[in-house]
């Protein structure tokens, strides 16, 4: 519908360790659907020792962007490999944060935890100087920070069976 629209359309994979083969096929079938371009995220943990893309996936990811956004036919690649990684690093709490349906703040919305929530009293700038504050947030990262084995150890910290609304607050203590 969106191509009949005159829309650009993109189809989106979030791509896992274990689905890493398919990449060629999901980008050929983009071309077929006549797609503008082919998005490819990484899957992040969700819980410390959760498999993530290797180094050598995050290659292959990359040499697909840099081979396939050459002129030519087929639908142009995004990768969060090149974009949020070497391009601009992790964004997350740096350059965005997310604003869960709930008005729930998190510095991306990958991250299990909330820093605030929009409909508090300090909103969505308080939530914003609270991720600011901290220092998992200040240094650039070329790694996803749910990729980041030492980031990770803070998935840790959250009780078995807890919601998805955990505050970061609560791993500080």
Not at 24 to 49: N, T
Not at 56 to 65: E, P
Not at 71 to 85: D, H
Not at 127 to 132: G, L, S, Y
């Amino acid at each position: 519908m969106g191509l009949d629209a005159g829309l650009l359309v993109t189809m989106t994979t979030h791509i896992s360790p274990a689905r890493m083969h398919e990449l060629p096929g999901l980008y050929e079938l983009a071309g077929e659907l006549g797609m503008h371009e082919f998005s490819i995220w990484e899957s992040v943990a969700k819980r410390s020792g959760d498999p993530v893309i290797s180094e050598q996936d995050r290659q292959v990811i990359l040499d697909m962007h840099r081979t396939r956004n050459q002129p030519g036919p087929g639908p142009r690649v995004f990768t969060s490999s090149f974009f949020e990684g070497e391009m601009l690093g992790c964004m997350a709490g740096r350059r965005w944060a997310h604003v869960c349906v709930d008005g729930g703040v998190k510095a991306c919305p990958y991250m299990p935890f909330e820093f605030g929530n929009v409909l508090d009293e300090n909103g969505l700038s308080g939530a914003w100087k609270i991720i600011r504050s901290l220092k998992d947030f200040k240094e650039r990262r070329n790694l996803c920070m749910m990729q980041d084995p030492q980031f990770l150890i803070n998935l840790d910290h959250i009780p078995e069976g807890s919601s998805s609304k955990y505050t970061y607050r609560n791993i500080l203590k």
